[in-house]
């Protein structure tokens, strides 16, 4: 849906998609990649975004695929043939790094998996921070319960030590947490609207998160899904349709219970920690955020 969306803006002039790195989480980077090919060309953009293949396990510990969720192709099972185009020959830490050098100042890092391919980038240039204009992630849970185990959020554990690496670089993040994502689930009448336009986009669409609903309705305790990624894609592009807290962000690397939590300090006195704050939403308009997403589906 993510992509989608992206891909929506794209087409529309309002935004231009530089590149997309693949990574391990809800199924091998190459799958992915592959996914992210017949997803862009599903939407009619064919040439101009280099797709490439990323980190295919964490730094520190095992991979872990979300199969139960997405299904065994990534894409809810709809087993589509074969894209046209193929996955670029650099790796996604490689064009995070070429792309901020050619672009300093100018680009948006969007990371909607684990953060395996961001830490490495860090490790491979230092200077990556200054380069960055802002690092937008989805990930993490504070006041909300976690999503893989009691308190961990599934992208951050996936890598809890590249998360940690991106909280602590002095570079500008946008963190959009389990807090602010499950406030705009979708659920019946936002779910029929999208499988009865008729665009094939829309129907593609549909499938997609037919078994992505099925998954989810049993946490949601209706019929309906969390499109977390998509918030933080748009927060990306409309930062004001969010609400925000800023406060410094660790993850937890130790904990038997805890591993892959986010930290923050919510007292009220000042943050002690000596990190760079991140701007971490915590609410945002979700009738906007729903209907907009809608409209991007539907106009492809």
């Known amino acids: 849906m993510t992509l989608l969306y992206l891909a929506s803006l794209v087409r529309a002039g309002e935004a231009e998609l530089v590149g997309v790195g693949t990574v391990h989480g809800n199924i091998d980077p190459l799958t992915g990649a592959l996914n992210t090919l017949r997803v862009l060309e599903a939407a009619g953009i064919t040439e101009g975004v280099p797709v490439a293949v990323g980190a295919a396990r964490p730094m520190a510990q095992n991979v872990h695929y979300a199969l139960d969720w997405h299904g065994t192709d990534g894409l809810g099972d709809t087993h589509l043939p074969d894209p046209a185009g193929r996955p670029a020959a650099e790796p996604a830490p490689a064009q995070i790094v070429r792309l901020a050098r050619e672009r300093p100042g100018e680009l948006t890092l969007l990371a909607t998996g684990p953060l395996t391919n961001l830490g490495a980038a860090l490790l491979l240039d230092g200077e990556l921070p200054s380069l960055v204009r802002e690092v937008v992630v989805m990930g993490g849970a504070f006041d909300h319960p976690g999503n893989i185990t009691t ?150």
Do not use: C
């Open 151 to 300: 308190h961990a959020e599934a992208n951050i554990w996936h890598d809890p030590e590249a998360a940690d690496l991106v909280f602590a670089a002095d570079w500008p993040v946008v963190l959009v947490p389990l807090d602010a994502t499950h406030p705009t689930a979708v659920h019946d009448d936002w779910l029929d609207r999208l499988a009865a336009h008729e665009s094939e986009v829309a129907q593609f669409a549909a499938r997609i998160l037919k078994f992505y609903e099925v998954a989810y309705t049993p946490t949601l305790k209706r019929r309906g899904a969390v499109i977390h990624d998509a918030l933080a894609a748009m927060l990306a592009v409309d930062p004001g349709l969010g609400e925000y807290a800023h406060r410094p962000v660790r993850v937890e690397l130790h904990g038997e219970l805890t591993r892959g939590t986010t930290v923050w300090d919510a007292r009220s006195l000042p943050a002690e920690d000596v990190r760079r704050p991140a701007k971490i939403a915590v609410g945002s308009d979700v009738r906007a955020f729903q209907e907009r997403l809608l409209t991007a589906l539907t106009s492809l």
